[in-house]
């Protein structure tokens, strides 16, 4: 068996020193961070260039729920990712089953829609998802166009 022979030359040094280490771990340490936050800053470049402002109305009740945009006459369900409590709003506001509330926000169109007439009913097409909320009020501005399902009507006993 043939043994393999290394020859180093005297004046090199086998292992880098304690201060080339801490040199080298540093060096990799801000390549890591430059490059995290160079990933980060595209990322939320391209995911903010997303958002977008709505206006329209929710009903958020028995049977129905959905978000109807004043420049749109199709109803899309609404996702609340900004936890704005939108929902805890709507149900503040309204005075009557199925009332539409005007509401401004900040959101995107993002996926297929969830169930909008009861819980095994008709799903919308679209689906928005809502970042924060700008202004939710009963008054409807005169420019919304936002068509309400007056179609819908409700019969329920208040006495049973």
């Not at 430059?34 to 709505?54: I, V």
């Not at 929710?58 to 900004?82: A, K, N, P, Q, V």
Request: charged residues 25%; glycine residues 10%.
């Amino acid at each position: 068996m043939r043994r393999l022979q290394i020859a180093v030359e005297p004046n090199v040094k086998e292992s880098m020193s304690l201060n080339q280490i801490s040199t080298y771990i540093f060096i990799c340490a801000v390549l890591v961070i430059f490059t995290g936050a160079g990933m980060y800053l595209f990322h939320e470049k391209y995911y903010s260039e997303q958002w977008t402002e709505f206006s329209g109305y929710i009903i958020d009740d028995e049977e129905l729920s959905g978000f109807f945009s004043c420049s749109s006459s199709r109803g899309m369900s609404f996702t609340d990712i900004g936890n704005t409590g939108i929902s805890k709003e709507y149900s503040y506001r309204k005075t009557q089953i199925r009332e539409p509330i005007y509401v401004e926000f900040v959101g995107r169109i993002a996926g297929i829609g969830g169930s909008g007439w009861g819980m095994a009913g008709e799903p919308w097409e679209k689906n928005v998802e809502i970042k924060s909320i700008k202004k939710i009020e009963r008054i409807f501005p005169e420019n919304c166009e936002a068509k309400p399902p007056y179609g819908i009507t409700v019969e329920f006993d208040e006495n049973p």
